[in-house]
């Protein structure tokens, strides 16, 4: 129950954040879908909500509809508004941590202490699982732009396949051995970076 707080924000964050990179580079489909808000039921989806629940941070929110045919650069507008959200989540992740340590030195009620807790891993989480290259991760967007157009496209006739086996070996463990101490690795330099 701790973790919805944390999950609903972040999603939330994560997708505003495209609405709005997106919408500033020209894009009229954000705001025409009703996506460019903060209300977290207009980006929830339940299943990358559920994966977030039981998971160690990947998951999602809806994904927000976005076209770089209203980019002025269409390479460079696509990666920045696939790497934004991430960077937006990351940015929260050290508000959060400072708010957590600011909770346990005030003796907060644990309650309210583990929910900043929470959000802090959350958002690094989500910030990580989204280099993974399969939909609907913000990888797979940014390979798009740093690939030859050939090689994305061979990609993507396996890309369902590796979805479902990143899945299955994320559930298993061995996926799950290797972004964990990852996201363990960002909560430290964020934890430095909160004591500086």
Do not use: C
């Amino acid at each position: 129950i701790l973790t919805i707080p944390g999950i609903l924000f972040a999603t939330t964050i994560h997708e505003y954040t495209r609405a709005m990179v997106s919408t500033m580079q020209g894009d009229v489909l954000p705001k025409q879908k009703g996506r460019l808000t903060l209300n977290p039921f207009k980006h929830f989806e339940p299943v990358g909500f559920f994966l977030l629940l039981f998971s160690n941070g990947f998951g999602w929110g809806k994904p927000v509809e976005t076209s770089s045919l209203y980019y002025k650069n269409r390479k460079k507008g696509t990666l920045i508004t696939a790497i934004a959200p991430s960077v937006a989540n990351l940015v929260f992740a050290v508000i959060f941590a400072y708010i957590y340590k600011v909770s346990q030195l005030s003796n907060l009620s644990p309650i309210i202490t583990n929910i900043f807790y929470y959000a802090l891993h959350i958002n690094v989480g989500i910030a990580v699982y989204n280099i993974v290259p399969v939909s609907p991760m913000d990888g797979l967007k940014v390979m798009s732009q740093l690939i030859p157009a050939n090689s994305y496209f061979k990609y993507l006739q396996y890309e369902k396949l590796v979805q479902m086996l990143f899945l299955f070996f994320l559930f298993l463990g061995p996926i799950d051995l290797i972004f964990r101490p990852l996201i363990e690795f960002v909560i430290f330099i964020i934890d430095i970076l909160v004591f500086i």
